[in-house]
T-cell receptor, first 114, second 114 residues
Framework: KAGVTQTPRYLIKTRGQQVTLSCSPI?????VSWYQQTPGQGLQFLFE???????NKGNFPGRFSGRQFSNSRSEMNVSTLELGDSALYLC?????????????FGPGTRLTVL | AQSVAQPEDQVNVAEGNPLTVKCTYS??????LFWYVQYPNRGLQFLLK??????LVKGSYGFEAEFNKSQTSFHLKKPSALVSDSALYFC????????????FGQGTTLQVKP
């Protein structure tokens, strides 16, 4: 099976712009989670989707949003970009939402905000 | 609130020597514990997990981890380190609720020297 894919791999934006990142989970996986990784804050949970519904949300401002489509693909959007949004954004998938399941991560999208 | 601590920013070992990467956790309820590894410019790769049962869990690439409930620890171990094990290691926890949300430690850089 193909792994989790994320596009684009790299993005450069300027402050005030908005950005959309895409994630395609492993075939058959219906749960998708997003994480932000920065040197200062480490890995932080953004949101979790299952069957097109947001199941859980981390402590991020409303500028961060996401959605999931009927084919389980997910997108996240960041509006009004700030310098502090520069980070590696990781998407992870699992078959269902379960505390017992490991998540499989994509390679990430590196976002740089200038 | 759930939390994970990895007390060492970096661990240095010589190739062929045993290695330990430490992790302690705090959750309400029974913990689900995970170890992931991240190589440069890559996403996270799953190594192993503890859900229930035997306290010693075996995972990928010869790694194992020991769950200690009384000490709330889940240390990652390997009997004989390889230079190729050099990477960033993350411990993560979920509580027993029905969520995929992972709480990560800050990460420990493992440096294996020839």
């Amino acid at each position: 099976k193909a792994g989790v894919t994320q596009t684009p791999r790299y993005l450069i934006k300027t402050r005030g712009q908005q950005v959309t990142l895409s994630c395609s989970p492993i075939s058959g996986h219906r749960s998708v989670s997003w994480y932000q990784q920065t040197p200062g804050q480490g890995l932080q949970f953004l949101f979790e989707y299952f069957s097109e519904t947001q199941r859980n949300k981390g402590n991020f401002p409303g500028r961060f949003s996401g959605r999931q489509f009927s084919n389980s693909r997910s997108e996240m959007n960041v509006s009004t970009l700030e310098l502090g949004d520069s980070a590696l954004y990781l998407c992870a998938s699992s078959p269902v939402v379960s505390g017992r399941n490991e998540q499989f991560f994509g390679p990430g999208t590196r976002l740089t905000v200038l | 609130a759930q939390s994970v601590a990895q007390p060492e920013d970096q661990v240095n070992v010589a190739e062929g020597n045993p290695l330990t990467v430490k992790c302690t956790y705090s959750v309400s309820g029974n913990p689900y514990l995970f170890w992931y590894v991240q190589y440069p410019n890559r996403g996270l790769q799953f190594l192993l997990k503890y859900i229930t049962g035997d306290n010693l869990v075996k995972g990928s690439y010869g790694f194992e981890a020991e769950f200690n409930k009384s000490q709330t620890s889940f240390h990652l171990k390997k009997p004989s380190a390889l230079v190729s094990d050099s990477a960033l290691y993350f411990c993560a926890v979920r509580d027993s609720s029905n969520t995929g949300k992972l709480i990560f430690g800050q990460g420990t850089t493992l440096q294996v020297k020839p």
